[in-house]
Each structure stands twice: as C-alpha cells, then as structure tokens.
C-alpha cells in the first residue's frame, strides 16, 4: 500500500500572463510506515506536490495512486482517499469556524461518516499535551501552539493512514515545536506514513528519514538519509539548504565514525 506519484508536472495559470510551472516530472512512491522529509527553498514546489497527495491538485502530466487507485479518474472514489490521506496545512488554524474544539473534532470524522469515540479523543488531547478540559473550549482563544496542536488533532481524528504536514511547526515556540515534533515521531512509530515539509531536518535525525530535495520544481535529490547528509556542499546550496551543528557533527561522524554517529543521532 502507497501513494504512488509517477511522472507527475503540474503548471498553474496555463495560457495566462502568470503561467508557472510549479513541479515538472517528479515520481515518489510513500510506502506504509515510511517517514519522508521534504526541503528545498521557497517557491521550489513542495506546497504543490504535496496537495496532490490527495487530489487537491490534479496533475496535467502523470498519475498519483492512492493504495491503487488514481486521483481523479471517474471511478476513484475521492472522498475515501481524503479521508487516507490527511493533509496539515502551514496555518491549519486558519479553518477553524465551529464554537468549540469538541465540536472542531467531530467535524471531519462525521464528514466522513465516521464515528469518533471519546477514547480516541483523549488519545490525541494527550499525546499533544492538551487537556482535556479544553474540549469546550472556543477554538479562538488558545495560544498560538495551542491552536496549531487543535489543528494538527482535528486532521488525526479522521484517522488517516498517510498524514502530510506542510511546515507544521513554522511560527512556533521552542516547547511547542517539540511537542509537535514528538508527536509526529510517536505517530510514525504507530505505522502512520508521513510525509513532511520542514526547515528543521536535525528534529529527526534519529528516525533516519526519507529525503526528497526540491530545486526548482524538479527533484534535486531522493533517497536515503545518510546519502543525504553526504550530498556536495554546492549541491545542497542550490536547493537552499544549510546543516545545523547536528546534521554538520553527524556529516563528520558518519564519514569518520559510526560509533560517534549513532551517539549524536539520538541527542
Ligand atoms: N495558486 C498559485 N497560482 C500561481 N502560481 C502559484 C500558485 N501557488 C504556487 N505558485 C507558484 O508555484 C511555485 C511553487 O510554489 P509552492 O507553493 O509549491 O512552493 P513551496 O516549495 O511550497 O514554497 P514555500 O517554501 O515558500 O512554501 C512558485 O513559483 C509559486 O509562486
Ligand atoms: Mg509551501
């Protein structure tokens, strides 16, 4: 089971004066269970790759499967392939429009006819540090980490098997970046595939991710993480990206020192 991207390009605005060509021939396979990171700097199409994960955009060129089944042909049942693919917008707070986070909740599960048992709920107020107390709560008066974490829970009720995040922990503070990023590894280690646009490659050194780099609309780089760390540095620079200390220190490990490498993986 996968989201099988083959071949795909996708232009926005075709024969307007704005006509862009936003991602052109990429192919991917997000195989169950997998973790992806996917990087590159702004404008290099990542926003629009990811949105076609679950036909939010359909490709003019190539194909996208969800478990087999292709987004946009006739028979493909799109609300079943929302409903696998649960997608994390960069300000999901910005969706909220019901009274309470109770309420914010049960909205896509009952979307999808689905029922959402109390148990499940507590499971992600939990696991995202939020209590339970704040269920009738108004989802406009929480803090900014608060809001996002709501966000985040309210697309994993809906229990998709693929969770794709889009720069989740962007404008948030050190505590709550963690806390998120804790969560999307605890979700991963359930079996969750996820798939994740971020600035902070170093959060996830540990779980030894995926990575796809951008540059441009096309793929710079896919493959394993170790191969990643060890691109040239002109390489890297192209797409936009600079090592931390910790991705720098695990570089020099993993050339000189496995033993070393294992040791900063889990800091
Ligand atoms: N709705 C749109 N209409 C026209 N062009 C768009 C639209 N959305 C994105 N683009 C263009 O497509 C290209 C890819 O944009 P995209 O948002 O996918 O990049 P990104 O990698 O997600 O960038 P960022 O890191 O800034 O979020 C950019 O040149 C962008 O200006
Ligand atoms: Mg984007």
Redesign the pocket.
Known sequence: MSIAVDNISYT??INTP?E?T?IKDISIEISNGDLWLFV?H????????INTFNGLILPQKGSVSVDGEVTGNKNTNMKKIRNKVGLIFQYPEAQFFLPTIYEELMYGPKNFGMSLGKEEIKFYMEMFSLPLAYLNKSPFNLSGGETRKVAIISVLCCNPQYVVFDEPTVGLDYTSRMEVVKAIKRLNTMGKSIVL?THWISDFIHLKPKVLV?ND?QALFKGNFDDFIQLDRPVLEQAGIRFDQKLELYRCALVHNKDIRDKISII
């Open positions: 926005y605005g704005f862009k936003a590159g702004t404008g290099s199409g990542k926003s629009t790759l646009v951008m609309g």
